[in-house]
């Protein structure tokens, strides 16, 4: 029985193709006939380890505070689709690789985390795609308007002092 699962897993991974595009999918889903779900149940036999939690719950700060607070401690920040090292998102993918070019450090939250978060930051942006992108505490915008600024040569402006902060430090 266990064989045949596990060749029948094997399977259906090996049949799939090498560059599928990821995406999140919250709920339950079907696929070649297994039924998943990426929710635990609200069942008094799930363990308190499985169970989701929220990351950011143990903290006496509201989402409206801690945006604030990374907006304010960080001289770049990205909310984005993904992190940095792997963006889930080509908007956030291209904002990423354009700040990259500038070798400045880079905070970021994922909004894929936490839906209360994503709301919290459109709340405190007033902007309603992602990604969004601060720069010194002043909210700079998507990854369109970080293109256009790094093409005029703006962007280097804006981030010459995070980058000459950064090299004093080092």
Known sequence: MARSLSSMLLKGIAGLPATRPSRIVFGSFSHNGMRFSTT????????????????????DLSLNDVVEQDVKENPVMIYMKGVPEFPQCGFSSLAVRVLKQYN??????????????????????????FPQIFIKGE??????????????????????DVTASQEKSE
């Open 40 to 59: 635990a149940p609200n069942d008094p036999d799930t363990h308190e380890d499985f169970k989701p939690t929220n990351k950011l719950e143990s903290f």
């Open 104 to 129: 400045v450090p880079l905070a970021s939250r994922n909004i894929l985390e936490d839906p209360e978060l994503k709301s919290a930051v459109k709340t405190f942006s007033h902007w309603p795609t």
């Open 139 to 160: 909210f700079i915008g998507g990854s369109d308007i970080i293109l256009n600024l790094h093409q005029s040569g703006e962007l280097k402006e804006k981030l010459k």
